[in-house]
């Protein structure tokens, strides 16, 4: 199947689910279609915003979105559909996604090289209406990254358990 094909397909997806999950009040964070040693996956990745999907909802999404693909049947190949938790190292999509992690220390690889640099790691210091602000460790920098130059953003999934620095106590004389 051609990219261009699988991307139709996906977009078709989203229009079907998007609502369903609305209902629920949840938020999709990514489609996948894939194919693998099992064959094709239609993967949906679903959340609340603040985070908590169970089991039970995915069964919920999967059941509804299942019966409309089953009914609608769009898609030329054999499947298997799953529905889940897109997990801690969810990816950052959106403008929201990056509002909800401020503070939050990221990793953010670039279609496109930013004064000779693609992959960028830093804590999120501002969202704007087009980009994001991060002060990049290896530059020690601020760094205002464009969201259509993000090809690939999600939390550093070390910094989110690294403990507490300890603060240091000054000495009185």
């Known amino acids: 199947m051609l990219p261009e094909e699988i991307e139709k397909i996906k977009e078709r997806v989203k229009k079907i689910v998007e609502p369903i999950l609305k209902e629920k009040g949840l938020e999709l964070v990514d489609i996948e279609f894939v194919r693998d040693q099992r064959g094709w996956t239609l993967r949906i990745f679903a959340d609340y915003p603040k985070g908590g999907i169970t089991i039970n909802d995915c069964e919920w999404v999967s059941d509804r979105l299942g019966t409309i693909l089953d009914i609608e049947d769009f898609i030329p190949v054999s499947y298997i559909l799953e529905v889940s938790s897109p997990g801690l190292d969810r990816p950052l999509k959106t403008k929201r ?26 804590e999120i210091l501002e969202v704007g209406d087009n980009f994001v602000k991060i002060f990049d460790v290896s530059r020690n920098d601020e760094v205002d990254i464009k969201f259509e130059n993000i090809k690939k953003a999600k939390l550093d999934l070390d910094a989110l358990f690294e403990p507490p620095k300890p603060k240091k106590n000054k000495k009185r004389k």
């Not at 990056?98 to 670039?110: A, H, M, Q």
Request: proline share 4%; hydrophobic share 25%.
């Open 97 to 122: 996604d990056f509002e909800r992690n401020i503070s939050k220390v990221v990793k953010i690889s670039t279609h496109e090289p930013q004064e000779n640099q693609k992959n960028f790691k830093g």
